[in-house]
């Protein structure tokens, strides 16, 4: 039945009441809005406040279970809660309540491809961005540190372990830290004495506690290297530790060998025929410990193969570098 006119002194009462509580004044319109089956229309606020609740259900609930929510997650689900809310605002008025600008029907399919669109984006993210990788007991953690404190590393034994998840334009103090220890690799096919004389030059040159070993690559050389040059007495006296390929794989595939089976702070590659100068583990510890994302490179110079020495004052002839396309060159 329609409802009932209100008595004069009741319009009154009710006018003077409004005049002294603004609050009331505002919520009176709602109170007296009809649904179309004469209910009051207090239930369409909380079908859209439901929806709203339902819009951020992924982001709240993987907050929850402690996983890492990603920006895009949370923009989509606000994205999509205040295109509710002014669905329901903008809605025209009727005679009998506010008229849907949207079918009812048309909800559960927006959700649901929202909610494959979120869940896709946090299985994205925690396979290419894990929280944490293996480590050992004295891995440095590359944790964020607070107050402008950079991360300290542990000395070697395991690799670097990531506590947080990748930021792509994280600060600077967020990517310091403290290396301590370096491991040398280097890729050997067929370099004989070559091997030898670029181990002992590493051990000379480089301090103790800084280097914590020399791995060798040993890629189908023959005879093999640990047979006639490395030997096990010489793997003993310079921190050597060999890993062989029985059949020559080329030079990423005994690379990629190597720094498995690094275990320093900082694991550099280097030609199985080198001689590093003096000092030259400084601008490693220093240029990467301001940034562990970054890649150091060093000159190239020319070297004397019979005493081992660098020729002439210096002054690299070239550097090695790879190029956006991702060719290598030198």
Not at 177 to 183: A, L, M, Q, V
Not at 209 to 214: F, N, Q
């Amino acid at each position: 039945p329609p409802p009932r006119p209100l008595r004069p002194e009741l319009v009154v009462r009710r006018r003077w009441r409004a005049a002294r509580r603004p609050w009331l004044a505002r919520l009176q319109p709602l109170r007296e809005r009809r649904r179309p089956d004469g209910g009051s229309m207090a239930g369409g606020l909380g079908a859209c406040v439901g929806r709203v609740a339902f819009l951020c259900a992924i982001p709240l609930v993987a907050a929850i279970g402690g996983f890492y929510v990603d920006r895009a997650v949370a923009f989509l689900s606000f994205l999509a809660a205040v295109a509710e809310v002014c669905l329901h605002v903008c809605a025209p008025r009727g005679r009998k309540g506010r008229q849907n600008l949207r079918p009812a029907r048309v909800f559960p399919l927006q959700l649901g491809l929202i909610y494959c669109v979120q869940l896709w984006l946090l299985a994205f993210h925690q396979v290419s961005s894990p929280d944490s990788a293996p480590s050992g007991d004295d891995a440095p953690d590359l944790v964020e540190a607070a107050g402008g404190e950079v991360a300290d590393g542990g000395g070697g034994g395991g690799g670097a372990a990531f506590s947080q998840p990748f930021e792509l334009d994280a600060p600077p103090e967020a990517l310091r830290w403290r290396p301590r220890t370096i491991s040398v690799v280097l890729p050997c096919a067929e370099e004989r004495e070559y091997a030898v004389k670029t181990v002992k030059s590493f051990f000379d040159v480089t301090p103790a506690e800084v280097l914590h070993e020399i791995v060798v690559v040993d890629d189908g050389s023959s005879p093999p290297l640990s047979e006639k040059y490395l030997t096990p007495e010489v793997q003993k006296k310079y921190k050597v530790k060999i890993c062989r390929h029985e059949q020559t794989v080329g030079l990423i595939g005994a690379k990629k060998t190597g720094g498995d089976a690094a275990s320093g702070d900082i694991v550099a590659f280097f030609d199985c025929h080198v001689a590093p100068q003096k000092n030259w583990h400084k601008d490693f510890l220093r240029l990467i410990g301001e940034n562990y994302r970054r890649m150091v490179v060093p000159q190239i110079t020319v070297l004397d193969v019979d005493s081992w020495t660098q020729v002439g004052g210096g002054g690299g002839m070239s550097k090695c570098y790879v190029t956006w396309d991702g060719d290598f060159k030198w």
